[in-house]
């Protein structure tokens, strides 16, 4: 399994931006898919965005479409998500996931970070 390492969380005002990096190990396919969700208390872990390293196509979730951005850094093996506009419904802990399927859904999703809190107030 891959490692990842997710960083950048924190307590910020609605309409703030914050950026979450996540860094992994190594990358094991060449077609391979690294995602961000995440899960607010009392809730279930939900799909954010995603992005495919190769070609770059990505995938976003309907409630952050237009608000957050994913990309990649090929060479550091480290995704971003770029998140604007931040919403007290943004709340949660964010984790990045990775796999080697050509898929966006989050049961095909096989190594895990460890999550940051994100937490927006109004």
């Known amino acids: 399994q891959v490692q990842l390492v997710e960083s950048g969380g924190g307590l910020v005002q609605a309409g703030d931006s914050l950026t979450l990096s996540c860094t992994w190990s190594?990358?094991?396919?060449?077609?391979?898919?690294a995602g961000w969700f995440r899960q607010a208390p009392g809730k279930e872990r939900e799909f954010v965005a995603a992005?495919?390293?190769?070609?770059?196509?990505?995938n976003y979730a309907d409630s952050v479409q237009e608000r957050f951005t994913i990309s990649r850094d090929n060479a550091k093996n480290t995704m971003y998500l770029q998140m604007n506009s931040l919403k007290p419904e943004d709340t949660a802990v964010y984790y990045c996931?990775?796999?080697?399927?050509?898929?966006?859904?989050?049961?095909?999703?096989?190594?895990w970070g460890q999550g940051t809190q994100v937490t927006v107030f109004s």
């Open positions: 996931a990775t796999t080697t399927y050509a898929s966006w859904r989050i049961q095909d999703f096989d190594s």
């Open positions: 190594k990358r094991t396919n060449n077609y391979f898919v």
């Open positions: 992005i495919a390293w190769s070609p770059g196509s990505t």
